[in-house]
Each structure stands twice: as C-alpha cells, then as structure tokens.
T-cell receptor, first 114, second 113 residues
C-alpha cells in the first residue's frame, strides 16, 4: 500500500531564508507525487506535481521539488521564503495509473520568523 | 474560474441527526474524492469515484456514512446518524482521469454537538 511520511511536524524559518520540507513515500512502482499548501480555513492548493520526466519540478509561488527514486523522497524547496508562505504543507502520492486514489502525508506546519 | 463548490460551508447539528454534504465537481472532471480532516488523523480519504462509480470507499465507516453521485455535477456525502466524533472538515476534490490530481473545494466544517 502506498504511504507518505513527512517527518517534520512544525518548522520555523526566518523570512528570506531558504526552506526545505521533507517527504518520503512508500510505493513499489513509479508514483505520482504532489505538494499541496493549505492556508488556515482554506482548501488545499496544488503547488506542484511529478508524473515523469525531469526529476526537478517547478511549481507556483517559487517552489520546486526534486524526485529522488533512490531515496524515495520528494522534498520541497524554496530559496527565499516570504511571510505569506506560512501555512500547512502536504505531500501526497498516487499510483501510476489512471484515477488512482491520492494519499496524503500528515503535513508540515511552516511558521515564518520576521 | 473553474472550482469545486461545496455546500454548506459550515454545519452545526445535534447528535443523531442526519447530515448531507454536497459537492459540485469541476465540469469535465470525472474523478471525485471525499476527504476528512481532523487534528488527530490529518487528511483521510473516505471515498473516491470515477465516472460516478465508487472505486474505493474503504476509508468510510459503512454503518453511518454513505457517498453517492446522482449525476456528474453532484456528489453527496451523508452521515446518519451523526455523532460528535464526526466533527471535522470534509473536503471534496475532483480531478481529470489521467494523470490524476485533485482540485479541492473549500470544505464543509461539521460540528456535531
């Protein structure tokens, strides 16, 4: 069964600093991988997705993520965070087939220090 | 601007009452997901549909929960009878068939007292 682990429950970084949020997945074949962001009281918004091809994926709001098959990881990065990036971030995985169910990690809450 | 629409946004009900949550998926999407979000459990997949047919509802308590898609523009999640432990935010999401991804609605915040 597919699963996703986000080892960091809460991370605080200073505004302007770089960010890396960790995500590890468990699945026996090539997965679909996603990062979503959730602001308080809102639904989830897709930041980026990996289906195939280039392992470095660019997303919205200046985020990127790198798929590393050997490490079963899909870490999210941003070179310089802004106060508006404070939110909850979810990594998710789906099977590499159509209409597959999407399983989410437990989330990482990001706080920004002024 | 295409979006997933959920109604109601907030619902407070008494224990034992029936609750129905509705979702209008994005036009043209044929995959619909229902998720429940709580502090303790995070985001749990309750059920998902493709072309209105349920593909997997193993995450849903069968004794009180039911999910249906009466037509391509409406998905419903019903709880009968509701219990305080059902208090959560329920999200509907829709997606295209292949490759699958999910576009989320704003959620229904359910409080059962």
């Amino acid at each position: 069964a597919q699963s996703v682990t986000q080892p960091d429950i809460h991370i605080t970084v200073s505004e302007g600093a770089s960010l890396e949020l960790r995500c590890n997945y468990s699945y026996g074949a090539t997965p679909y991988l996603f990062w979503y962001v959730q602001s308080p009281g809102q639904g989830l918004q897709l930041l980026l997705k990996y289906f195939s091809g280039d392992t470095l994926v660019q997303g919205i709001k200046g985020f990127e993520a790198e798929f590393k098959r050997s490490q079963s990881s899909f870490n999210l990065r941003k070179p310089s965070v802004h106060w508006s990036d404070a939110a909850e971030y979810f990594c998710a995985v789906a099977r590499y087939s159509s209409a597959s169910k999407i399983i989410f990690g437990s989330g990482t809450r990001l706080s920004i220090r002024p | 601007d295409a979006r997933v629409t959920q109604t109601p946004r907030h619902k407070v009900t008494e224990m034992g009452q029936e609750v129905t949550m509705r979702c209008q998926p994005i036009l043209g999407h044929n995959t619909v997901f229902w998720y429940r979000q709580t502090m303790m459990q995070g985001l749990e997949l309750l059920a998902y549909f493709r072309n209105r047919a349920p593909l997997d509802d193993s995450g849903m308590p069968k004794d009180r929960f039911s999910a249906e898609m009466p037509d391509a523009t409406l998905a419903t999640l019903k709880i009968q009878p509701s219990e305080p432990r059902d208090s959560a935010v329920y999200f509907c999401a829709s997606g295209p068939t292949d490759p699958s991804e999910a576009f989320f609605g704003q959620g229904t915040r359910l409080t059962v007292v």
